[in-house]
């Protein structure tokens, strides 16, 4: 089964970094993905991390440790368009599997 | 072309109609997956296609019926739909290292 664990709502200002958590528990694993999700929008597909280590793309950075079952998503030279759901999906071994987890709402302020 | 298309944008629906989602990608992936999305929630999973098979099904009432005609298509038809199925329903396709979504049809049923 799956165990998906994000903070449910953080807030940050314009200009900061802001880390946000995910904690899981797979039936073995197979990578892990990071959506973005605006309000009323489809998920945008962030990053994908498989081997442990920090993976960057411009100002979103993703971190995975398998053996500790977390990775995070760093969010630098925070914008007011930021400001949206960041959802963490493990995907475990067999059957392409991508469950979510509930999801973190980042609100970023002036 | 990282695009998954879903149609229609909007469907309304009567409990007593029968309907169809579509959802089609042309990026050559073999895993498609529909998701059921209700407000300020996360993506919930409904059904996973492999290479053509259904390859889970997680325990959704068999009013939604999929289907993958082939490896660029695949359809949710609808039957006596009841009103809490109103929802965002989204498509995804995945290569392996990149999942992406379709724009998804938001559901009404009256």
């Known amino acids: 089964g799956q165990n998906i664990d994000q903070p449910t709502e953080m807030t940050a200002t314009e200009g900061a970094i802001v880390q946000i958590n995910c904690t899981y528990q797979t039936s073995g694993f197979n990578g892990l993905f990071w959506y973005q999700q605006h309000a009323g929008e489809a998920p945008t597909f962030l990053s994908y991390?498989?081997?442990?280590g920090l993976e960057e793309k411009g100002r979103f950075s993703s971190f995975l440790s398998r053996s500790k079952g977390y990775s995070y998503l760093l969010l630098k030279e925070l914008q007011m368009k930021d400001s949206a759901s960041y959802l963490c999906?493990?995907?475990?071994?067999?059957?392409?599997?991508?469950?979510f987890g509930t999801g973190t709402r980042l609100t970023v302020i002036p | 072309d990282t695009e998954v298309t879903q149609t229609p944008k909007h469907l309304v629906m009567g409990m007593t109609n029968k309907k169809s989602l579509k959802c089609e990608q042309h990026m050559g992936h073999r895993a498609m997956y529909w998701y059921k999305q209700k407000a300020k929630k996360p993506p919930e999973l409904m059904f996973v296609?492999?290479?053509?098979?259904?390859?889970i099904n997680e325990s959704v009432p068999s009013r939604f019926s999929p289907e993958c005609p082939n490896s660029s298509l695949l359809n949710l038809h609808l039957h006596a739909l009841q009103p809490e199925d109103s929802a965002l329903y989204l498509c995804a396709s995945n290569s392996g290292t990149e999942a992406f979504f379709g724009q998804g049809t938001r559901l009404t049923v009256v």
């Open positions: 991390n498989v081997l442990d």
């Open positions: 296609y492999s290479y053509e098979k259904l390859s």
């Open positions: 999906a493990p995907r475990g071994t067999g059957a392409n599997n991508l469950f």
